[in-house]
């Protein structure tokens, strides 16, 4: 009896519901779970993440975890391919989203100024989320401190969420998010119909199509997506009258003509995303009649179980009573009789010329859960706590989609079901879990034990290492560190320790000192060293490790030289720069005697955005704030009044050790002994207090690669004012930045200084084609692409590094000649593409081998299309296999000098 009662009770709110009472989407505005955890880890997924503590799962709005936001690992400009990724687990309403930047404690500094969404209800198809006027971009954050809160005008329904932050250069960004909305109750997952009709009145023209609709429109049918039907948004009684502000008259209907179809009556499908018994239809549709626009007389509904059965040759039919004296809106109720379907068609009949709908809902049970959801299936659904509502006062239940007094609400105890008629609460059903016990202690156990076997034979691994360590100790210097030949033919890494204390041969391949101290070029022919060392005992085959995983390794003949670990050079930085190969210049020789720096002031620097890391420190990009207050610095060039200097400051952090305050210094001595016109300089440091900094130029057109790559050949140096297209520089302007960098060279070397890592994207370019040789590109990760990581060691730009270099870990002023040839070859591809770009990394350094043998089966770049052959001879010299033969940058600079004498090639490629 109060089963009875209670049907008659919730029957009656049904009837007496109003009318027009459709879904609100101002109650829909609720936090789905980022910020309060709800949304799990594994749930949070991104294209790539800067570091461990920067990966997706640190993306929650509010939260500090980690180092404060997902941040992600390449550049976002120009092609905004990073993403962070939601899965909601079943498909929400969303009305809005937030976004932050990164707090890190207070040290953050990246956040995104706009970003764009995508989202997907069944993981396959995605879609572009456009505001109703068509606009993807969204604004995004100002600072790091502040959340934004963005209203999505149409909301969207999705299960999956992109964030796609962009960036108008290149940039760092990090992001932190929520997705606030509702459960979408109505399980609807796209409809299928005709476009919407234009209508021509004598006094305007009205668009009635569905201009928000996510899916395909191929042959005058749109399917696969939702659109307006299902925004949240009830049209007035004109329908020329819009309720949002600043779109068209008649946004809020679709409205088709009966003039456009064969038949009497407009077909609609409507797809779910479960098996479903319907209650009821509810459809908005206007009813102006002095604009020839009338509800539909009757509508037939057909239903199907599946994408694989037939259609029900049953449907239900209802016939309406038309009110020939009341012309406003109405929702028109369908009782469908709890019929199962998954997909429903419905054919509406035309009463009068026009139909036009403005919203379509459902009110329906899922009959089983488990049933797959096609096209793909849906993994089970997260059944987490109600989160927490934007406003407070307010139940959590208002913020699922209620379309009647009715309420369908799931648990993890059970599913509780409330109709029109009846309410059946479905308890589950209890059961002896002893059995779960023992499974879940024996797999405990399993673990431990896996645990001990693998702790014990770390320590005999280690134990074996250090008794292979003591017997290797006694060999002589050339025995640790010449090993030319292996027992195999894979290229591998000699594992012998060094004794304590400072290496004895740490620093070969970067300088040779003679027994008076002076500076020496290393031997340059190799094939002598290999005629008098001594061959590799069998009994040291247990002391050597692969370079790279076994399933790709390199082949080398045995003659080709190879990596020995005490070889290996650190190119890196501690702030993540290249750090330049000196004579003679030890981090005692920095510590006997006062630096001779000018001291920085510290608020001055106004952050603009970083440029890379290290280890143990970052590169960023600052902005001097008055710099004409600060005549001590000796600036290098005028500045005009009320103009900002860019600087690039280097900062070690202040958590590392003394070893990288050290070589934090030797880095500052090595860049204030230099002083050339087309050499980046120091301007100062702040070594009062931590974090420790060095402060050097930076040019406002950014490094030369990304300068390049802009431009297009063209006669003369134009900007794109006035024209189409990307701005054009000249062949002679081309020469004239080779020039520039041949000096700055030039200059390194007489000082018997080694660059190590002179590329394009280490060229800064400033007014004028100003050129100035920098280092910190390695740190960037815009550029992680150009480097080889060899097991964690070191990364190495070995696609612009002699074959000595790759092979030996020689470097000198004649290896930085082979990286000039490469560096001019960039120059003149207009760094349009990467050296070697054909070849994988590994093919590169089987071709320093064939380099090195001299096999003929070697491969150099070939000869760019605006290169005449004289130019190209020039850089097959500094590529000349034995180091002796390559022109050092002084002749190199007088060849290029001879060539600036005309403005443009003579015997181009065609």
């Known amino acids: 009896m109060a089963s009875r009662v209670l049907s008659l009770c919730l029957l009656a709110a049904v009837c007496s519901a109003e009318p027009d009472a459709h879904f609100d989407t101002s109650s829909c505005r609720y936090a789905l779970g980022m910020q309060d955890r709800t949304i799990p880890d594994e749930d949070i997924t991104a294209s790539s993440a800067w570091s461990d503590s920067t990966e997706a799962k640190h993306s929650r709005l509010e939260s500090n975890d980690g180092d404060g ?136 023209l009205i668009n009635l199509n569905d201009s928000t609709y996510d899916g395909f429109t191929v042959g005058g049918l749109q399917y696969g997506g939702l659109g ?40 609609m499908e409507f797809e779910f995303d479960a098996l479903r018994a319907f209650t009821y239809m509810r459809v908005h549709c206007n009813n102006m009649r002095s604009q020839g626009v009338q509800i539909f007389r009757q509508v037939e509904c057909y239903f199907k179980r599946s994408l694989h059965t037939p259609w029900d040759p049953q449907p239900v039919t209802r016939s309406l009573a038309l009110d020939v004296r009341d012309p406003s809106a109405r ?84 599913q509780v079901l409330e109709s029109g008629s009846d309410l059946r609460i479905n308890q589950p059903i209890a059961k002896d879990d002893s059995g779960d016990t023992f499974i879940l202690i024996s797999c405990l156990c399993i673990i431990i034990l896996l645990l001990v076997v693998v702790i014990i034979l770390i320590l005999w691994r280690q134990r074996w290492r250090k008794l292979l360590g003591k017997a290797q100790r006694n060999h002589s210097d050339s025995d640790l560190t010449a090993r030319l030949s292996l027992p ?54 247990g002391g050597y490790r692969e370079l790279e ?87 290098p060039f005028n500045m005009r009044k009320g103009r900002s200097l860019l600087v690039a400051v280097k900062l070690l952090r202040s958590d590392a050790n003394k070893n990288a305050r050290n070589d934090f210094l030797k880095e500052l001595k090595i860049l204030s002994r230099l002083s050339d016109p087309h050499i980046i300089r120091l301007l100062g440091a702040c070594l009062d207090e931590d974090p420790l900094c060095m402060i050097t130029e930076y040019m406002e057109n950014g490094d030369l690669n990304q300068f390049l790559s802009a431009h297009q050949l063209g006669e003369e140096d134009e900007s794109p004012e006035g024209r189409l297209g990307p701005p054009c520089i000249s062949y002679a302007s081309l020469l004239q930045v080779a020039l520039q960098i041949c000096s700055g060279m030039k200059y390194l070397s007489s000082l018997n200084f080694v660059h190590r890592d002179l590329a394009s994207r280490n060229c800064l370019v400033g007014e004028n084609l100003t050129i100035k040789i920098a280092d910190f ?11 080889y990581r060899i097991q964690g060691r070191a990364v190495l730009p070995i696609r612009w590094m002699a074959w000595e270099c790759i092979l030996m870990g020689k470097f000198t002023t004649a290896s930085d000649v ?75 600079y007088e060849c290029l000098s001879s060539h600036m004498t005309c403005s443009s090639p003579s015997g181009l490629k065609e």
């Open 69 to 204: 936001a997902w941040c992600p690992a390449e550049s976002v400009f120009p092609n905004n391919n990073e993403y962070l990724q939601v899965d909601l687990r079943r498909l929400y309403f969303l009305t809005l989203v937030g976004t932050q930047g990164r707090d890190g404690g207070g040290l953050g500094k990246e956040f995104a100024r706009h970003y764009q969404l995508r989202y997907s209800r069944d993981g396959y198809k995605w879609a572009q989320w456009r505001d109703r006027w068509g606009n993807e971009v969204i604004t995004g954050n100002e600072n790091t401190q502040d959340s934004v809160l963005k209203d999505l005008g149409p909301p969207l329904i999705a299960r999956y969420v992109r964030f796609y932050p962009m960036a108008d250069r290149v940039m760092s960004v990090c992001l932190r998010v929520e997705l606030y909305g509702c459960l979408w109750q109505d399980g609807l997952r796209s409809y299928t119909s005709p476009p919407g009709n234009v209508m021509l009145t004598p006094s305007m």
């Open 228 to 267: 307006q039907l299902t925004d949240g948004v009830i049209g007035a009684d004109d329908f020329t009258q819009q309720k949002e502000q600043g779109v068209w008259p008649g946004y809020d209907y679709i409205g088709w003509n009966k003039d456009s179809f064969q038949t009497d009556y407009l077909e």
């Open 331 to 414: 929702t028109v109720t369908i009782p469908l009789n709890g019929r199962a379907a998954r997909i429903l068609r419905c054919h509406y009949y035309f009463s009068s010329e026009w139909l036009l709908f403005s919203e379509v809902s459902f009110l329906s049970e899922i009959l089983d859960v488990s049933e797959p959801d096609e096209p793909g299936p849906f993994p089970p659904p997260r059944e987490a706590p109600p989160p927490v509502p934007t406003t407070t006062g307010q139940p959590r239940d208002t913020s699922q989609r209620v379309t009647t007094a009715t309420v369908s609400t799931e648990t993890m105890s059970g």
């Open 488 to 541: 195999s033919d894979t290229v591998v890494i000699n594992n012998t320790q060094n004794p304590p204390g400072p290496p004895r041969h740490a620093n070969r391949y970067e300088r040779i000192l003679t027994s008076d101290g002076e500076y020496q070029e290393p031997s340059h022919n190799p094939r002598a060293k290999l005629a008098t060392l001594p061959p590799t005992p069998e009994s040291a085959e």
């Open 549 to 635: 995983s076994p399933k790709l390794p390199i082949v080398c003949p045995p003659s080709v030289p190879h990596y020995a670990e005490a070889d290996i050079v650190t190119l890196q930085g501690v702030t993540g720069s290249t750090t330049y190969a000196v004579p003679a210049l030890t981090a005692d020789s920095l510590t006997s005697k006062e630096l001779p720096l000018s001291k920085f002031p510290r608020g001055h620097l106004l952050f603009k955005e970083k440029l890379g890391e290290g280890q143990f420190g970052e590169v960023h990009l600052c902005e001097v704030m008055n710099p004409q207050e600060l005549p001590a610095l000796q600036f």
């Open 777 to 787: 590109g390695m740190s960037r990760n815009l550029y992680a692409g150009d480097y």
């Open 818 to 892: 082979w990286a000039f040839g490469v560096t001019l070859w960039e120059i003149l591809m207009l760094c349009k593409e990467q050296p070697y770009g054909e070849l994988s990394d590994e093919d590169v350094i089987e071709n320093a081998g064939e380099v090195f043998r001299d096999s003929k089966k070697q491969i150099y770049l070939s000869c760019p299309l605006i290169c005449p052959p004289p130019l190209y001879e020039l850089m097959l010299q500094c590529w000349s296999r034995d180091c002796r033969e390559r022109p050092p940058f002084q002749d190199i």
